[in-house]
């Protein structure tokens, strides 16, 4: 039998559908330039002015459409290139990362680690609602207090007014009607 040499740091191309959508851009973009090219640049020579005449100033629009669509294609070529890098670099990583455990879930070590760091938050977190339970029933009864000093206080002031204001005073429940 004979033995094949295995290539193991062959370039393995690995196409996402990012990439193929680049790609697609950017050919769509090479395209574009090519027209470009061919269509709407000034020719070289320009016809000779009338006799007497000053030549007419040359039309700078297709430059300004060149650069635009040069910009186009260098970005998208561009973009071609990061995502194959992407791909290669997620493609690398992936293979250098140990395969999972057979149960399915974290390593023990990783897993001990993990739950005791969820304990830790929940611990934290009870703590946490406690002193707020303990903040808001102490504002509660400050509030309750100075509500019922300030009405205490009012009570007073109005009581030691010299003159009496006028009452403004509503029954909870309605006097039922006499017959």
Known sequence: MTERPHLSSGLHLQISKLLVVAVIVATAATGAL????????????????????????????PLAFFSVVTGFFVLSWLSVLVVFARDQVLRQMRRHQPPPSPGGG?????????????????????????ALGERLAEM???FGERRETDGYLNGMRTATAPESPEANVRALRRTPPQR
Do not use: Q, W
Not at 41 to 54: F, I, L, R, S, T
Not at 110 to 130: F, K, S, T, V
């Open 140 to 142: 509660t009864t400050e």
């Open 106 to 130: 974290l390593s023990g070590e990783l897993g001990g680690m993990l739950a005791g760091l969820r304990a830790e938050i929940a611990a934290d977190r009870e703590r946490d609602l406690a």
């Open 34 to 61: 090519i027209v470009m090219l061919f269509t709407a640049m000034p020719p070289g020579n320009p016809p000779p002015p009338p006799v007497g005449m000053a030549p007419p100033p040359p039309s700078l629009r």
